[in-house]
Structure formats: structure tokens, C-alpha cells
């Protein structure tokens, strides 16, 4: 029996993993990858905001943040395949029909990004697919592409490529983007830059690799189709929350609710970071629930000991 389970090793897990061994509690963190790090790991711009430490990117700011969490003294389990979890009862049962119970568990599963559902996103991945423009802009240099989306990842995506893309076109359903103001301004000021809005994109084209996009305009009867070789897909994150879903109290889009301790409606069930927190997702705030939650257990548990 441990005293903590804590599900998920991002930020958030990671910190509420090193905070429960500061304070001297059994815990095992599980994490589905290979790897440890969340988002952390498709972060390829610099890291800038987390106060006290400047990283050219995520992997270099997890390497920091692991040189404290790698001298605390928890079990970490990697490639874990959780089957179900009992909230109520404390226990999570993995695929191979392993039972873990504990006293409390923390939920830090994050979020993913949300994805389209049309035919060419899966098959396209690593054959003109672009993960990141941060990372990919060089390999996509004098090449036409496509952004899908309109919230401040997209418009970032596309100034980035603009910068050595001859044509980038952003694609968007709603009638205005949601992007921050600089964003929309730098945009209007990029001539390669085309936006259609009240559109959408509805099929990604290729025979190895991506040769085209099939947009629909909203006032049009047919799709048109346009060439490009790349496209980026930046349409929001949804929270991991479908194991807990008939258990916890949710919001209308999936996100945990959490009380002030980051405690969900389940005693002694908290939930940490982005799964909770689709206001502000950010590392610092990842990291802080994950001390608060550690230390919410810790003195419940001492008071009962
Ligand atoms: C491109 C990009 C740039 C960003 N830039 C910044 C920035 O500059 N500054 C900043 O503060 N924030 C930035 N962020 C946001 C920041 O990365 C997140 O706020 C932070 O990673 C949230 O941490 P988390 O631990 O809550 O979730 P995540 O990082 O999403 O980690 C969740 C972990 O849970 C695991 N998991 C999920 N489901 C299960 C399961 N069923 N079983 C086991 N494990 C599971 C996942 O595999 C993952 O490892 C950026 C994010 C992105 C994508």
C-alpha cells in the first residue's frame, strides 16, 4: 500500500512527486510514456516565464527540473497501461490486472491535442504533418503550407513559417481569430500570410506524402482544393480525464474541478495542473498545485498516524 499514487509525470506529477518525498510519504508516480516530461517534451521554443530558470527549449528545461526530482527517492513506473481507477476506494488496476491501492492520489494526466478527425492527420504524420514550426521550419523552407486553427498556437505557427514559407494559409472556422492582438496585427502585416475564415479543412491530400488541402468555405457548396506540402494543426487540447470520467465532477469540456487545494469531489482525490486549469496552463502553475496537493496529504496523513 502506498500513500500516494500520482498519475501522470509532467510537471505537475513530477513536482507533487518530489513534494510527497520531501514530506516523507510512500509514493509511486505512473506515467503512460517511455519517458518522463509531458508537454515539456514538444516544447521546442525557448522556455522563458518559469521564474529562476531560462531554457532554449522544453527538453533543456526538463533536464533542470529532473536534476531536483532526480535525487528524490520515489518509485516511478514508466509505460504503464492503467486499466481502471476507483476513486472512492483508492485503488488503480493496471492492464496486467496488477491491483496498486493507496491513501490518496493525485491525477496530473494534462492534456492532448485535440485532433480533427479527417482523413490524411494520421497518415501524413512524419510525411509533411509539421509537429512543431519551432522545430520543422527549416525542412518546410521555400515550401507552401497550411496552418489549421485560430487561437494564439496557430497564429504563432504561421508567423513562424512565414518567415521562410512563400505562402502560408490559416484556415480557421470561426469569423475572427482568437488569437492575441500582437498576433492578429503581426499576421495583417505578413503578405504571404492568406486567412480564410468560417472555413474549414476537410480532407489532407497526398499519395506519400502531403500534396494538398480540400477546404470548404462557409458560403460555398463544394470544397476547392489548394497545394501545399506541409501542415501544422493547432485546433486546442482537450484534458485526460476519460479514466475518471464517471467519478469526478467535470466541466462542460472534460477539465477536472477541482476546490482551492486542487482537491476534487472525491475525498483525498486531487487533481493538478492542466487537467484542472484550462485558464492558465502553465509550468509554474503545474508545479505549484503539485506542492500544494503533497502537502494537503502530507498533514492530513500526519494528523492520522
Ligand atoms: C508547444 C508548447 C509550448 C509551451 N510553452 C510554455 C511556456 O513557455 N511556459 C509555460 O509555463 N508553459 C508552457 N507550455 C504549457 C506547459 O507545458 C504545461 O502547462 C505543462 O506541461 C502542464 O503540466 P502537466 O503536468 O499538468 O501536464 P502534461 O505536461 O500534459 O503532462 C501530463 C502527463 O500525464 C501523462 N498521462 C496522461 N494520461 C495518463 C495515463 N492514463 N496514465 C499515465 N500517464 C498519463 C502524459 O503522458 C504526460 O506525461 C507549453 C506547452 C506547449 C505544448
Given at each position: ?270 487533481a493538478i495542473g492542466d487537467v484542472s486549469n484550462p485558464l492558465a496552463p502553465t509550468i509554474s502553475g503545474a508545479s505549484g498545485a503539485g506542492a500544494t496537493a503533497a502537502k494537503v496529504i502530507a498533514s492530513r496523513l500526519s494528523g492520522s498516524r
Amino acid at each position: 500500500m502506498h500513500d500516494v499514487l500520482i498519475i501522470g509525470a509532467g510537471p505537475a506529477g513530477l513536482s507533487a512527486a518530489l513534494w510527497c518525498d520531501e514530506l516523507g510519504l510512500d509514493t509511486l508516480l505512473l506515467e503512460q510514456n517511455e519517458q518522463v516530461g509531458g508537454q515539456l517534451l514538444s516544447i521546442y521554443g525557448p522556455v522563458a516565464d518559469y521564474p529562476g530558470v531560462k531554457a532554449n527549449n522544453g527538453r533543456e528545461f526538463l533536464e533542470r527540473f529532473s536534476e531536483s526530482v532526480g535525487e528524490a527517492d520515489f518509485d516511478l513506473w514508466t509505460n504503464v497501461e492503467i486499466e481502471s481507477v476507483d476513486l472512492k476506494a483508492k485503488r488503480v488496476t493496471l492492464r496486467s490486472g496488477e491491483a496498486l491501492p493507496s491513501i490518496a492520489i493525485i491525477i496530473a494526466t494534462g492534456v492532448r491535442r485535440r485532433q480533427l478527425g479527417i482523413p490524411g492527420e494520421r497518415e501524413f504524420v512524419g510525411h509533411g504533418i509539421i509537429e512543431s514550426a519551432n522545430r520543422d521550419r527549416n525542412e518546410f523552407a521555400g515550401k507552401d503550407v497550411c496552418v489549421i486553427g485560430g487561437g494564439d498556437a496557430a497564429a504563432e505557427n504561421a508567423l513562424l513559417l512565414a518567415d521562410v514559407c512563400p505562402t502560408v494559409t490559416l484556415v480557421h472556422r470561426r469569423k475572427a481569430l482568437r488569437a492575441r492582438p500582437t498576433f492578429t496585427q503581426q499576421l495583417q502585416g505578413q503578405h504571404c500570410i492568406t486567412v480564410f475564415p468560417e472555413s474549414v479543412v476537410t480532407r489532407i491530400l497526398g499519395s506519400d506524402k502531403v500534396e494538398a488541402v480540400e477546404i470548404l468555405r462557409k458560403d460555398a457548396l463544394q470544397p476547392f482544393q489548394m497545394a501545399v506540402q506541409g501542415v501544422v494543426i493547432r485546433i486546442g487540447v482537450e484534458p485526460n480525464t476519460e479514466l475518471f470520467r464517471e467519478q469526478l465532477q467535470l466541466d462542460d469540456q472534460g477539465y477536472a474541478l477541482v476546490a482551492s487545494q486542487h482537491e476534487t469531489n472525491v475525498a483525498n482525490v486531487f487533481a493538478i495542473g492542466d487537467v484542472s486549469n484550462p485558464l492558465a496552463p502553465t509550468i509554474s502553475g503545474a508545479s505549484g498545485a503539485g506542492a500544494t496537493a503533497a502537502k494537503v496529504i502530507a498533514s492530513r496523513l500526519s494528523g492520522s498516524r
